[in-house]
């Protein structure tokens, strides 16, 4: 017998990402690759790229550069770029970097262990199609390697064309994968020990199939017996549709978490952003979550330095801010994308970006400090995902997704359980278990 290959996957970006490169690396499996931690024992190394911004781009050229050693000493190895700036690049990436074999645009999955074949017949391939058939239909069936929490992604794509946003290009237009199939990989996640389940869509509260939408879908996901939690990631203001909110206030299993981008708080800038909603709307939306929800944490994403985003502009985003009170959020200093309208209008001086995006931080982290310091002396559901640094201690994610650390030495990951919450730290919580 052969010893089998071995595949390093090095995943950037989104959480999308990191479901796709579990799905590859399935895919690779069946072709008798294994995966293994460092690039440096691979026979095939495959980066799975973000090109939301400049500079995640620009990471993966210079993570190339670095490879080339490794390349020169192991002529046999193959590498391989996926993800959105393999879609955005396509052949110029081969030109770039000589050492490339494969660039697989994130539609074409499923023909990665053909394209692979061909590499190792000596020929350089590019697939950036948006092929008809689905690649999900294509691809073997799920493996449960992280524990028991998921991913699943229910919608591909983006039809909202905000002005500064690549994903409509990369990632194509608005696909809902079919009910039947997300029920079906659902039970089969849940059969292998799986508990909790992140849906997953870049725009993913625009799901909707067979008459249903994301509110329907999850309802019918909590029935399934050992699915305990759910939670979907991302949304956009403009499809949180009533049922959706409603089943924030109806499904226990749904848990009390939403991350909901805004952007700005400016109705100018969301205007040039083309981001279809005003502040007050916005914050109309956040009053009837939280009517359905009053626990409910809310995390955001938001840009400074857009394009004549003027200082009374920002001072409006930093009301916004105040008034929603957020749990967490990334924040993100505008990054010019070739090919979106932004990138045809002048940029802000970097140094006025730089103290923007500081100020901002700023007031989001002693958010984040009060709403962690919210959860002392509280009695919170957690789920163990896994062993923590000390001997005896578990870690795991509360309803509110903090990680908490508790000293339990009976317990084991999969272990849903009552947890008093005793100590906030920077980036996590401490407790002590009350019960089952
Ligand atoms: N520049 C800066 N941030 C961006 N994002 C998307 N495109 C850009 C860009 N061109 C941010 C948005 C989005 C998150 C995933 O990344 O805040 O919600
Ligand atoms: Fe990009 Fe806007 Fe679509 Fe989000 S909603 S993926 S920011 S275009």
């Given at each position: 017998m052969t010893e089998a290959r071995k595949l390093f996957i090095k995943t950037y970006g989104c959480q999308m990402n990191v479901y796709d490169s579990e799905r590859m690396a399935e895919a690779l499996g069946a072709k008798g690759y294994v995966l293994t931690d460092?690039?440096?024992?691979?026979d095939m190394v495959l980066l799975n790229t973000c090109h939301i911004r400049e500079k995640a781009a620009e990471k993966v050229y210079s993570d190339l550069g670095r490879l080339r050693p490794l390349k020169l000493s192991k002529p046999d190895l193959k590498i391989g770029v996926a993800g959105c700036v393999a879609q955005a690049e396509g052949e110029e990436i081969l030109k770039r970097m000589p050492l490339v074999d494969l660039v697989v645009g994130p539609?074409?999955?499923?023909?990665l262990p053909d394209m692979l074949e061909r590499a190792e017949a000596g020929a350089r391939v590019v697939d950036t199609d948006f092929p008809e058939e689905d690649k999900f239909d294509h691809l073997p069936e799920r493996k449960v390697t992280r524990g028991p929490s998921a991913f699943l992604t229910v919608q591909e794509g983006c039809d909202?064309?905000?002005?500064?946003?690549?994903v409509p290009y990369t990632r194509g237009a608005e696909v809902s994968r079919p009910f039947a199939r997300l029920m079906d990989e659902a039970r089969a996640l849940v059969g292998k020990g799986v508990r909790e389940i992140t849906l997953l869509g870049q725009?993913?509260?625009a799901w909707s199939n067979d008459g249903r939408g994301l509110g329907g879908l999850i309802r019918e996901l909590a029935r399934?017996?050992?699915?305990?939690r759910l939670r979907y990631t991302t949304?956009?203001?403009?499809?949180?549709a009533e049922d959706l909110i409603e089943a924030h206030g109806?499904?226990?299993?749904?848990?009390?978490y939403l991350h909901l981008?805004?952007?700005?708080?400016s109705d100018r800038i969301l205007k040039a952003m083309n981001r279809k909603h005003t502040a007050e709307q916005y914050l109309r939306l956040v009053e009837r979550i939280r009517a359905a929800r009053p626990d409910i944490l809310l995390t955001s994403d938001f840009i400074v330095?857009?394009?004549?985003?003027?200082d009374t502009d920002f001072e409006a985003t930093l009301d916004l801010i105040r008034a929603v009170g957020f749990g967490s959020a990334f924040s993100f200093k505008y990054s010019a994308r070739p090919g979106?309208?932004?990138?045809?209008k002048p940029e802000l001086p970097a140094d006025l970006c730089d103290a923007r995006l500081q100020t901002l931080q700023a007031l989001l982290s002693e958010q984040q400090r009060a709403t962690q310091e919210a959860m002392l002396g509280r009695e919170l559901g957690v789920l163990y995902e896994k062993a923590g640094r000390m001997p005896g201690q578990m870690v795991g994610k509360s309803d509110y997704l903090h990680a908490v650390h508790v000293a339990d030495a009976e317990a084991r990951p999969g272990d849903l359980v009552r947890v008093r919450i005793t100590a906030s730290g920077p980036n996590s919580l401490a407790g002590e278990r009350i019960g089952a």
């Open positions: 460092t690039a440096d024992d691979a539609q074409s999955y499923h023909r909202k064309f905000c002005a500064f946003c690549v725009n993913v509260n399934i017996d050992g699915l305990e949304s956009h203001p403009n499809d949180m109806t499904e226990p299993k749904l848990m009390p981008p805004v952007q700005s708080g330095g857009f394009p004549g985003e003027t979106t309208p932004a990138a045809e």
